[in-house]
């Protein structure tokens, strides 16, 4: 079975930085592109940022243009998303999500809670 | 960017009863690129359809999707209690991938 597990989120101050991680299994990672999305009750379901499956190409929103970073490791199976310069509205549950080979997300993981507040 | 338009925001029924709801995009979706997701309160959205109208794998046949263009409907014919959840609808069609801001079904 495909599992996708978060970890990283947390508490932290507006400016401050944080990286969620992403381990997959059930799956072959490297054959797959991988997506980060996040929810809020305000703004609901927003794909923040993506990155291929070899790596070489990513996608941000621009919401998160310049202050996050996506990025993988094939050989560990793993997604990752570095945060900078946090702000308030980044408050969200974030989720790793595993491309289908049609852009739609066939597998989500149970998220990870980011809180910037100070 | 394409905006995805759902009503109702809430459906109120009852277990048994026919659940109809829409997603209208704000621009024609080229080969239905229009996917449907479930998510109960706690846990991450789940793949219902793909393609407007093809189920994933493992989703049940009172689930079925159906339109094109502008307009989709995701219809369950007869509720059962694990289907009380909120219902979101994605298209990706363009960039960016976007969602719409969902349909709660709640217990009448």
């Known amino acids: 079975d495909v599992q996708l597990l978060e970890s990283g989120g947390g508490l932290v101050q507006p400016g401050g930085s944080l990286r969620l991680s992403c381990a997959a299994s059930g799956f072959t990672f490297s054959n797959y592109d991988m997506s980060w999305v996040r929810q809020t009750p305000g703004k609901g379901l927003e794909r923040v940022s993506a990155i291929t499956d070899s790596g070489r190409s990513t996608y941000y929103a621009d919401s998160v243009k310049g202050r996050f970073t996506i990025s993988r490791v094939n050989s560990k199976s793993t997604l990752y998303l570095q945060m900078n310069n946090l702000r308030a509205e980044d408050t969200a549950v974030y989720y790793c999500?595993?491309?289908?080979?049609?852009?739609?997300?066939?597998?989500w993981g149970q998220g990870t809670l980011v809180t910037v507040s100070s | 960017e394409i905006v995805l338009t759902q009503s109702p925001g809430t459906l109120s029924l009852s277990p048994g009863e026919r659940a109809t709801f829409s997603c209208r995009a704000s621009?024609?979706?080229?080969?239905?690129?229009l996917a449907w997701y479930q998510q109960k309160t706690g846990q991450a959205p789940r793949l219902l359809i793909y393609g407007a109208s093809s189920r994933a794998t493992g989703i049940p046949d009172r689930f079925s999707g159906s339109g094109s263009g502008t307009d989709f409907t995701l219809t369950i014919s007869r509720l059962e209690p694990e289907d009380f959840a909120v219902y979101y609808c994605q298209q990706y069609d363009s960039s960016p991938r976007t969602f719409g801001q969902g349909t709660k079904v709640e217990i009448k």
């Open positions: 621009q024609s979706l080229t080969s239905s690129q």
């Open positions: 999500a595993k491309d289908s080979n049609y852009r739609y997300f066939d597998h």
